[in-house]
Nanobody, 126 residues
């Protein structure tokens, strides 16, 4: 069983930055896993924001490209989402997800990941 825990959410003004962290408790390194960030705003569908493999495959949703950066430290079993130039429309609950690379590789931003965190709230004020 893999446990995923996010942290780092909060309230920030438009134009500001936040850094989310995600720790995955796995029996081995997360190097075998795709790590991804999703978000869901009230009344909206869940959206894949960014995903990363240990081999360097990185994908972003068009809505965040150029503003968000996903990274990972496999030695620490941790993934990060650096969010810059935040906009009010980025307000949502952000979730970290993980699954084996071979499962998620074909659709890393829309795959139904097996392991999810509880979410961390990001609120951007105008």
């Amino acid at each position: 069983q893999v446990k995923v825990v996010e942290s780092g959410g909060g309230l920030v003004q438009a134009g500001g930055s936040l850094r989310l962290s995600c720790i995955a408790s796995v029996s081995e390194s997360i190097s075998r896993y795709y790590m991804a960030w999703f978000r869901q705003a009230p009344g909206k569908e869940r959206e894949g924001v960014a995903s990363s493999s240990s081999s360097g495959d990185i994908f972003y949703a068009d809505t965040v490209k150029g503003r968000f950066t996903i990274s990972r430290d496999d030695a620490k079993n941790t993934a990060y989402l650096q969010m810059d130039s935040l906009k009010p429309e980025d307000t949502a609950m952000y979730y970290c997800a993980a699954d084996f690379y071979w499962r998620a590789r074909l659709r890393p931003l829309s795959y139904s990941y097996s392991y999810w965190g509880q979410g961390t709230q990001v609120t951007v004020s105008s």
